[in-house]
């Protein structure tokens, strides 16, 4: 099973809700992330779980809180979000990092979910 | 700071022509990735390159690294409609990080 699944598919919001977005990987995979796509752009990294520790914070703001309950679930809370936020949301996952002889970590071959579009209006 | 850049970053070709995508990247570094996304869709693992000189093929699609010239390319044979898409290459950062920088992605068009 090479599957990441995201819910829900489609999220529409105002500014004033709260919502969460959720992700689930049964591989086995120690290391899960969350990443945020505008239309046309690249994935820009928001989070990094390792071993269900919070190992990197791409300076996010803090309307987005990143939770992980288990190794194989991954929450994504979004509050008093704004228009500016709607996009696709990408949830990962990859195997436990590799630790070469001087302890810098290697990633590797990270599987993505579908997705969740998000519209804030 | 990495630094990852695709060209060209739109391509329109012909069915059954050849043509190569470039991924140039600014530091060192020992893994590199393609994918490839759908309009719409999440980002699906195509190559995953790890020493200097690796070379893998998985139908028309040929990935090649030369971590030398901290190049890899992504060359595409005989193309078909199927293979539309945008491709990213992403690169591992450096630092112990467990972070990969991507390029900004080639929209590939292939005409009929």
């Known amino acids: 099973d090479t599957e990441v699944t995201q819910t829900p598919k489609h999220l529409v919001m105002g500014m004033t809700n709260k919502k969460s977005l959720k992700c689930e990987q049964h591989?086995?995979?120690?290391?899960m992330y969350w990443y945020k796509q505008k239309a046309k752009k690249p994935p820009e990294l928001m989070f990094v779980y390792s071993y269900e520790k919070l190992s990197i914070n791409e300076s996010v703001p803090s309307r987005f809180s990143p939770e992980c309950p288990n190794s194989s679930l991954l929450n994504l809370h979004l509050h008093a979000l704004q228009p500016e936020d709607s996009a696709l949301y990408l949830c990962?996952?990859?195997?436990?990092?590799?630790?070469?002889?001087?302890?810098?970590?290697?990633?590797?071959?990270?599987?993505f979910g579908p997705g969740t579009r998000l519209t804030v209006l | 700071e990495l630094k990852v850049e695709q060209n060209p970053l739109f391509l329109s070709m012909q069915e059954g022509k050849n043509y190569t995508i470039y991924c140039n990247y600014s530091?060192?570094?020992?893994?590199l990735y393609w994918y490839r996304q759908d309009p719409g869709k999440s980002l699906e693992s195509l190559f995953v390159?790890?020493?200097?000189?690796a070379v893998k093929q998985e139908g028309r699609l040929m990935a090649s690294l030369d971590t030398k010239a901290r190049l890899s390319t992504l060359h595409i044979t005989a193309a078909v409609h199927d293979l539309s898409a945008t491709y990213f290459c992403a690169v591992e950062s450096q630092g112990g990080s467990e972070k990969l920088v991507f390029g900004k992605g080639t929209k590939l068009t292939v005409n009929p």
């Open positions: 591989m086995g995979h120690r290391a």
């Open positions: 390159l790890l020493s200097n000189g």
């Open positions: 530091t060192t570094s020992d893994r």
């Open positions: 990962a996952s990859s195997q436990d990092f590799l630790r070469r002889a001087s302890g810098r970590a290697i990633t590797d071959t990270q599987y």
